[in-house]
């Protein structure tokens, strides 16, 4: 079996762009499930019913979000109304929504989990234990993180620690592809980030002109979508759905 997975995917340009290419980019791939990282699709960043619309009518099976999840305060309850909609599972108890999902395909289950980093980012509830916590109401062998975090570190630990016990755990947030998928342990797929899918010739998805100007004049600026091509940043784990076994991980980029 085989999963795809998108990394973030910037605003209407995005949206659209994934829209245009994701039918047959998963047909290229043969995949089965699509995951995608949904925390900025929406123009201004987080997600709305607009933009969540729109990455379902793609065809994603489970939408993960990070750092943005209540960017949109008009569409927070989407997290409960939505049960494929995540938000990072370590946050505090009594926040709206959840950050695990399992996907029945009737033969089979698939776990989702969204959990986000707590280094250089909000420090909230330990990663470690709230998904060791997820992973002990789980029962089927199939499962995926999506972890959402700035230090490439804490990617690498999560990956790391949870080797041998889930399918595949895939870094997002920073909107930048790195070259180091692999499996850990013969059984995890791993990635310290799968990117992003937007506007190419940005600053992760935003007008670069104005985000160096941000950047060297500490100027209050009103960030914009760059205009710029886009591309698709992702992944494809191809795994065996009887043990949970990833088999082989491979980057993609669509432009
Ligand atoms: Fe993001
Ligand atoms: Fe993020």
């Known amino acids: 079996m085989r999963l795809m997975f ?20 998963k047909k290229e791939y043969g995949a089965d499930i699509l995951a ?13 019913k607009s933009s969540l619309e729109m990455l379902t009518n793609c065809g994603a099976d489970v939408i993960t979000t990070g750092n943005h999840s209540f960017k949109r305060r008009e569409s927070v309850h989407l997290y409960d109304e939505c049960e494929y909609l995540l938000r990072p599972i370590n946050y505090p108890d009594g926040v709206i929504g959840k950050g695990m999902y399992v996907l029945d395909l009737g033969r089979t289950q698939v776990a989702f989990i969204n959990a986000m980093g707590v280094i250089y ?6 990663p470690f234990t709230a998904i060791d916590n997820a ?11 999506d972890f959402h975090a700035e230090a490439t570190s804490e990617k690498k630990c999560i990956g790391h620690y949870f080797t041998g016990r889930v399918t595949g755990v895939f870094g997002t947030h920073t909107h930048v592809q790195t070259a180091d998928e692999m499996i850990l342990g013969d059984h995890t797929a791993y990635i310290t980030d799968v990117g992003m899918t937007g506007p190419e010739r940005s600053v992760l998805g935003v007008d670069s002109d104005i985000a160096t100007d941000k950047m060297r004049l500490h100027f209050p600026v009103m960030f914009e979508e760059s ?11 191809d795994f065996d759905e009887q043990t949970g076994k990833a ?9």
């Open 6 to 25: 998108i990394g973030d995917v910037v605003s209407k340009q995005g949206c659209e762009f994934l829209a245009k290419n994701i039918f047959d980019l």
């Open 36 to 48: 995608v990282n949904g925390e900025n699709s929406a123009p201004g960043n987080g997600i709305t």
């Open 121 to 126: 980012l909000e420090p909230i509830d330990n």
């Open 135 to 145: 992973l002990s109401k789980i029962s089927t062998p199939n499962i995926f993180i």
């Open 227 to 237: 205009k710029e091509p886009c591309f698709i940043n992702g992944v494809v784990v």
């Open 247 to 255: 088999r082989d991980i491979k980057r993609i980029i669509k432009r």
